[in-house]
């Protein structure tokens, strides 16, 4: 059973820091590999994606990959209490599938 | 691009009686698939189609699921006999063929009384 793995937190963290949300998977055949953001009682919307090893940067957003590792990470930069939500960790090998997320909440 | 489309937004059923969903996915996007999530929880994988072909459906799926996408456009989840512990979110979301994020429609909340 592929799984993905993520601390269900809540992760408080203060306004203006940086938030570190991590993923880990079990299928090293994994190839693409995504973030979610879901505020409660909305459907999850992306973030980033990243195929890649290594970093990348979009905005306030890194996702960092390490396959070696099987190894996923998201950094929020300057946090807002907007980012308080769910942060949804998502691989694919043949189908995607997701963690349980992660609760963020940015501390004013 | 209107987005993903689901339809009803919320059903409220009786325990037994049988519900039907339905998901009208972005129009180029070769990829459907059908998630159920509950509080607390990510969204649980139940099936996905690849146009009109089901590739795989969860083997943690009863068998009183099943889902359609005849001619590979919308597509259909129906739920038979439905139980207490059938409540839940049911997401659908479609993606383009290959490394391709999802896109999201806004879920059917079904509640069975």
């Known amino acids: 059973q592929k799984e993905v793995e993520q601390n269900s937190g809540p992760l408080s963290v203060p306004e203006g820091a940086i938030a570190s949300l991590n993923c880990t998977y079990s299928d090293r055949g994994s190839q693409s590999f995504f973030w979610y953001r879901q505020y409660s009682g909305k459907s999850p919307e992306l973030i980033m994606f990243?195929?890649?090893?290594g970093d990348k940067e979009d905005g306030r957003f890194t996702a960092q990959l390490n396959k070696a590792s099987q190894y996923v990470s998201l950094l929020i930069r300057d946090s807002q209490p907007s980012d308080s939500a769910t942060y949804l960790c998502a691989v694919e090998d043949d189908k995607i599938i997701f963690g349980k997320g992660t609760r963020l909440h940015i501390l004013p | 691009d209107t987005g993903v489309s689901q339809n009803p937004r919320h059903k409220i059923t009786k325990r037994g009686q049988n519900v039907t969903f339905r998901c009208d996915p972005i129009?180029?996007?070769?990829?459907l698939y059908w998630y159920r999530q509950t509080l607390g929880q990510g969204p649980e994988f139940l099936t996905y189609f690849q146009n009109e072909a089901q590739l795989e459906k969860s083997r943690l799926l009863s068998d009183r699921f099943s889902a359609e996408r005849p001619k590979g456009s919308f597509s259909t989840l129906e739920i038979q006999r439905t139980e207490q512990g059938d409540s839940a979110m049911y997401l659908c979301?479609?993606?383009?063929?290959?490394?391709?994020?999802?896109?999201f429609g806004n879920g059917t909340r079904l509640t069975v009384t």
């Open positions: 990243i195929y890649s090893n």
């Open positions: 979301a479609s993606s383009e063929q290959g490394p391709s994020p999802l896109h």
């Open positions: 129009s180029e996007h070769n990829r």
